[in-house]
C-alpha cells in the first residue's frame, strides 16, 4: 500500500470476508487495492472471490439482492452454525431459537428470533455487516476499479463466484491422477473421499495447498502425483507454480491419510 503501512482485516471462515477498516487504513488505501483488483483480473482472469458477494454488489452496483446478504452472512459462519441459520431461513422444525440467540448476540441483536422475523433480523444485521459499516471503503474500492467494470451484470459476477469458488464438487472434479498400481489407486480414492468429507472450507485450504491461491480458475487442474517416502517424511507436499500435490503412496488406510492432512 502506498504508506507502507496498514492492511486489510479479513475474517476467514469460512468462504467469504468481511471488509473492514483496520485503525492504520485510510480511505485511498482501499482505492489502490480497487486498482490492484482489476489489473490482476485484466493481467490474470482472477477475482477475490473471498469478498463477500453483498460488498462487491454493492460496490458495483450500488444496491444488493436479498439473495447476496442472506449467502454473504451464512457463510462468514463455520459449518454448524451456517446449519442452524439455513434451518431457521428454511423454516424447518424445531427452530433453533437458543442457538441462534447465541449467534445474533455477537452483532448485538437484542431481538428475540422467531420463525415470522428471523428472515428480516438476518437481512438487517447483513446490511450493516456487508454496506454500512464499509460503505466508504467500498466506495474507495469502486473508484479504484476503474471503468471497466461499468458494464458488468450482477449474472456476470455471480457466474465469476460460481465458477471460482474451490467448493468440494468442483476440487473433486479437478483433481487429475495417474494410478500405476492398486496402492496408488487406493491413495487417489482415499484423498478423493477425504475431500468430499471435509467440506468446502478444507477444499479451499487444500487449493491453496496446490497451488497457491484461494480462486479455483475455470480451466486449472490440480495434478496428484504419488511417491513412496520413509514413515518420518509421511506427508503431503505440493508444487505451487505447476498446481501439483504429492501424495504419499504408503499411507496403511484412509484413517491415517485423513489424519496427515488434517494436520499438515
Known amino acids: 500500500l502506498p504508506n507502507g503501512q496498514g492492511g486489510i482485516q479479513i475474517f476467514f471462515e469460512p468462504c467469504e470476508v468481511a471488509l473492514t477498516i483496520t485503525q492504520h487504513m485510510i480511505p485511498d488505501d482501499f482505492y489502490t487495492v480497487g486498482r490492484i483488483i482489476t489489473h490482476e483480473f485484466l493481467q490474470c482472469g482472477v477475482f477475490p472471490v473471498r469478498l463477500a458477494k453483498a460488498s462487491v454488489h454493492h460496490a ?59 428472515h428480516q433480523i438476518v437481512i438487517r444485521v447483513a446490511t450493516t455487516e456487508f454496506v454500512s459499516k464499509p460503505s466508504l471503503a467500498l466506495m474507495k474500492l469502486r473508484e ?31 483433481i487429475n491422477a495417474t494410478p500405476t498400481d492398486m496402492q496408488e489407486e487406493a491413495v487417489f480414492r482415499w484423498l478423493k473421499r477425504f475431500l468430499f468429507e471435509s467440506g468446502d472450507r478444507m477444499c479451499a485450504a487444500f487449493v491453496r495447498f496446490a497451488a497457491g491461491s484461494d480462486v479455483l480458475m475455470p480451466d486449472q487442474k490440480i495434478a496428484v502425483r504419488f511417491k513412496s517416502v520413509s514413515t518420518f517424511a509421511l506427508r503431503p507436499r505440493s508444487r505451487t507454480c505447476f498446481s501439483v500435490v504429492i501424495v504419499p503412496k504408503n499411507y496403511i488406510n484412509y484413517s491415517e491419510l485423513q489424519d496427515n492432512f488434517d494436520h499438515y
Open 60 to 118: 458495483l452496483f450500488n444496491e444488493v439482492g436479498e439473495s447476496e446478504l442472506l449467502d454473504s452472512f451464512c457463510c462468514i459462519h463455520p459449518p454448524k452454525q451456517r446449519e442452524i441459520l439455513n434451518k431457521a431461513l428454511e423454516g424447518r422444525r424445531p427452530f433453533p431459537r437458543e442457538q441462534l440467540l447465541d449467534l445474533l448476540e455477537d452483532f448485538k441483536v437484542n431481538q428475540l428470533p422467531t420463525p415470522d422475523n428471523i
Open 144 to 174: 479504484g476499479m476503474g471503468h471497466f467494470w461499468n458494464d458488468i451484470k450482477r449474472e456476470e459476477i455471480n457466474a465469476l463466484y460460481n465458477l471460482s469458488k474451490p467448493i468440494v464438487r468442483l476440487v473433486i472434479e479437478r
